[in-house]
């Protein structure tokens, strides 16, 4: 089957484990999602199926005709695959792709936080607060040497823009699964805002088992 749905973060909150210990827990609402084309090997070179989500009314001429077979949906997303014989065009897929005890990845886009400096964007320590310094706590120091090279070598730490970045979450144990309301519940923390677009699949990196 599919390796991954399309959906939105819901929020966080807590749960009780069977032994009594408080779990941190993150609601995922994923899905339905339609599959809404099969690319082959003989045709596209590769073997995947496209899956749509979340309903809208504003499409264009091109995107309408696209998704004829199908209801209007807003997010489109491919997913590899093997198994093509077991789908079609128009099938939906829901929650029930997952199941509790196993682990998954999550892909979303982290918060904006706009331009920061180095102390929060890299966690820079800042300059000494005594000893004459006045006006340099919180700035980067020394980027490079002067003479050679001259200039601030790339990839140089320093303030710009911070989050609003793509992120994937690797592992995160399903502790719920709803079907009936498109839910699944994972330990911890997802990236991005409530009701931000994530992706949820099948943990591609599975844990070494303990001797």
């Not at 991954?4 to 339905?32: A, C, D, H, N, Y």
Request: hydrophobic share 30%; proline share 5%.
């Amino acid at each position: 089957m599919a390796e991954g749905l399309l959906g939105r973060k819901r929020g966080m909150t807590q749960i009780f484990s069977s032994k009594g210990q408080v779990v941190p827990v993150t609601v995922l609402e994923v899905g339905p999602c339609f599959v809404t084309q099969i690319r082959t090997n003989e045709k596209e070179g590769y073997s995947a199926i496209q899956l749509g989500f979340e309903e809208t009314r504003r499409l264009n001429k091109a995107e309408r005709g696209h998704l004829k077979r199908t209801p209007s949906l807003k997010h489109l997303r491919e997913v590899r695959t093997t198994q093509l014989d077991k789908y079609e065009i128009g099938q939906k897929l829901n929650a029930a792709l997952f199941s509790v005890g196993e682990l998954v990845d999550v892909t979303g886009i982290s918060k904006g936080k706009g331009t920061a400096g180095v102390v929060k964007r890299h966690h820079f320590h800042g300059g000494p607060k005594t000893h004459g310094q006045s006006d340099r706590w919180r700035r980067p120091g020394s980027s490079s040497a002067t003479t050679t090279p001259g200039r601030v070598l790339k990839g140089t730490r320093r303030a710009g823009r911070m989050g609003a970045e793509r992120v994937t979450v690797s592992n995160l144990e399903v502790i719920q699964v709803d079907p009936e309301r498109n839910l699944v519940t994972v330990r911890g923390a997802v990236p991005g805002p409530k009701s931000g677009l994530i992706f949820v699949k099948k943990a591609r990196k599975q844990p070494k088992a303990k001797k």
